[in-house]
């Protein structure tokens, strides 16, 4: 088993490469601010997908929001049909049947379509504002096989809105807005490409200030949109970034912190952290940096190199969340620290990897450990433009919420 799983994993893992992209570095950075913006887009393209999980994720927002000691009601959402009260949330009775019921979302704006989000977005550039923006995405996404890197949202009416288009639009906002999302949509990791002028990475790096977290790479489907009634089961990125983010998981149960820099906050790259370990599901949860960094991969030689390094030697030079993924992970397959990703993989009992979920969690490992790698690398070279591109996304990922 193991020895058949060694090559789909190099596999999965060289499908989030690319060729390298340079850019010129602009200037400004994403400091963490007292003041934060928020909006937020949900549901399916129609009733038949629009399931109850991702209205209850519209309220577990709300709720993580309060925690933290907002008001929800200052956050603008846009949910499926809007304010019609039609009957379009999709889910199961007590006795397995499917129903539909009108959705229960306060202070929805309107419905998730792409002319709202067009005016919203359009107003929020005329004002001008530097307030950060925080953007979540909770619905469905449409998978481009002819060009991964432009694949789409699919909102209102099942309208589709592709990762070049939507960056467009946040062209438009000021360049000193910083702008940050969270979307956890199937082939989310494709709209870690707005980062680039136009969303396109043969651009080069917008001007404003922009970095995300998602649910999965650009080439994988997503978890977590269910009918099902019961949050309790729940097993989604949403679910566990928000916790890690907040300290309390969606049905109101205290977590362990994911401050793992000791810092007395959680960044956003520590809750980002914190999903990578937490609920065993297929996805590969990856942010805007991570992208980027394994685009630096230039071929398969070099990941192979990486992966045959000890692990206990990324580990050393690696940022607090990392070494918590990095540790919590070598644990869970009871790899030797003093040997590499391939040594342990090779040695691997074959019980250790016996479902789907298993072999995610192990190309998770080889991702956070890739990461790593390549940050010291970039940070180490003589590459001023990618030294400040990656330095400028770290620190965008480094933000929070904050107090307001």
Request: charged fraction near 20%.
């Amino acid at each position: 088993m193991i020895q058949r799983f060694i090559p789909a994993l190099f596999a999965s893992v060289t499908l989030m490469t690319g060729s390298q992209a340079t850019s010129q570095t602009p200037t400004g950075t994403c400091q963490r601010s007292i003041a934060q913006n928020f909006l937020v887009f949900g549901g399916g393209g129609g009733p038949s997908y629009n399931e109850i999980a991702l209205e209850k994720n519209m309220l577990y927002f709300q709720r993580s929001l309060t925690e933290l000691g907002y008001n929800p009601s200052l956050a603008p959402i846009y949910f499926a049909n809007g304010n019609t009260s039609e009957k379009t949330v999709r889910y199961l009775d007590e006795r397995g049947r499917e129903q539909y019921k009108a959705h229960n979302v306060p202070n929805v704006k309107g419905a998730s379509s792409i002319a709202n989000l067009r005016t919203w977005l359009a107003d929020a550039a005329k004002e001008k504002s530097s307030t950060p923006l925080f953007f979540y995405f909770s619905g469905h996404g449409g998978h481009n096989r002819i060009n991964e890197d432009n694949s789409t949202l699919l909102m209102w009416r099942d309208r589709e809105l592709n990762v070049q288009n939507f960056t467009q639009m946040l062209d438009r906002l000021p360049q000193n807005q910083p702008f940050v999302t969270m979307m956890s949509q199937c082939y989310s990791g494709s709209f870690a490409n707005l980062i680039y002028r136009g969303g396109d990475p043969n651009k080069g790096i917008a001007l404003q200030t922009r970095c995300g977290f998602f649910a999965t790479i650009k080439s994988r489907p997503s978890v977590g949109c269910t009918p099902e009634v019961n949050e309790a089961d729940y097993r989604d990125y949403s679910s566990s970034f928000f916790a890690g983010l907040t300290g309390r998981d969606r049905i109101g149960r205290k977590v362990a912190s994911a401050d793992y820099n000791k810092d007395r906050r959680v960044s956003y790259s520590e809750a980002h952290a914190y999903a990578k370990v937490d609920k065993f599901t297929t996805d590969l949860p990856i942010s805007t940096s991570e992208a980027w960094l394994q685009r630096q991969v230039s071929n398969p030689t070099m990941q192979e190199q990486i992966l045959g390094q000890p692990i206990a030697s990324l580990v050393k030079i690696s940022r607090p969340e990392q070494r918590f993924v990095i540790e919590t992970l070598s644990k869970q397959f009871k790899f030797d620290p003093a040997r590499s990703f391939r040594g342990n993989l090779q040695a691997m009992k074959p019980d250790l990897v016996e479902t789907a979920e298993d072999e995610a969690y192990l190309v998770r490992l080889s991702m956070e450990l890739t990461n790593v790698a390549m940050e010291r690398r970039v940070k180490t070279s003589k590459d001023a433009k990618a030294i400040g591109t990656l330095n400028r996304l770290l620190r965008c990922e480094s933000g929070s919420w904050g107090k307001p």
